[in-house]
């Protein structure tokens, strides 16, 4: 009877003579692979969205007066407002309306933080730009250039100047806040950005 042999179990032994190193700290410093930081897109809520663009209607609608001059030149001009006059008497109606929407607008938005950085600068660029649209009315009360004369030419160019700047900012300002983007307005971002 043929016997079997017991089979041994003994490990190879290492081909290597020497013992492994230890890893080279600089070395994995080096075959890393560098971590890339991805921004994500954030769009802006339709919330404060709204609440910027609603706040643009402030200097506009304070602003609209300088339009005076044009439309009385241009009737045809003033087509594109009509569907707005109905809001616009109304707003004009109520006492101290534009008083009291300043302020709403400055308390209760701009300086209100449980609200988004968005929403709040976009008020305070309207507040800032109402608030540049009175200083040349002040200018014309204190100076009053007369009915005629070189007075009255720059007064009418002024009012014309100032009506087409304000409905490009408004325009300007209410299509990119629909959009979700931040209006940069000439002089009253700058402005906007010290009193943030």
Known sequence: MA???LLRFTPKSNPHPHPLKPINPKFLQTRTRPVSISAAYNP???????????????????????????FSQYPSLAIPFQPILPILSLYRSIPYASFVT?????LG??????????????AL????????????????????????GIGLKFTVWMHNGLFVFVVGCFVYGLVSCILGKTPYLPFVTEAANRQM
């Open 109 to 122: 938005i701009v300086r209100n933080e449980s609200l988004s950085r968005y929403a709040r600068f976009n």
């Open 102 to 106: 300043f302020f709403a607008l400055y």
């Open 125 to 148: 660029q309207a507040v800032v730009l109402d608030v540049l649209l009175v200083l040349p009315m002040l200018i014309q009360r204190i100076f009053s250039p007369g009915q005629s």
């Open 44 to 70: 802006i809520p339709a919330t404060d969205r709204l609440i910027s663009a609603v706040a643009y209607f402030l200097p506009f609608f304070n602003g609209i007066q300088y339009g005076r001059f044009l």
């Open 3 to 5: 016997s079997i042999p």
